[in-house]
């Protein structure tokens, strides 16, 4: 009992500690991919949609790229879910196609914030004969755009 007592004290301690230093990861803020494109979430409202702009650093297309509205949703950051699940389209301004990502924003071994996401992009066929060719899938990695 004597010796049982300080342990257990010191696990209910580092217990507590890990629960309280669980980092939170959130979606605002101003992020950069792996191909080098740009995305900023702007708005949040309070049941989780969101609103942004997304610079793409490439194309399916040969038309100059320009900036793209982006609306998304995320499940609510609460006590038991620091990093949400979420996902967002991207109304391509430039372009007839449409892009929808999937994912999770993490917090990582180091505390930095990541997001893993998974897309969509489909692009217009001027016939129904091209459907097969019209959709490509992919994989994106983002971190926050750290202030210079
Ligand atoms: C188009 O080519 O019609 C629009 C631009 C598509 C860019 C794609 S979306 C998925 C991937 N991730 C990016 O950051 N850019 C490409």
Redesign the pocket.
Known sequence: MVQTTPFLLVLFLALGAHSLSTEKCILTGIWV?D?G?NMTIKTMTANGDFTGI?L??????MKK?EASPLQGSQHLPNPGLSQPTFGFT?H?S????I?VFTGQCFVDDDGKEILKTM?L?R?HMDNIKNDWKATLV?Y?EFKRLEEQ
């Open positions: 991919n191909l494109s997304y793409t650093a490439v194309s399916a297309t790229i991207i391509w430039f372009s007839d196609s892009t897309w992009l692009s992919g994106n």
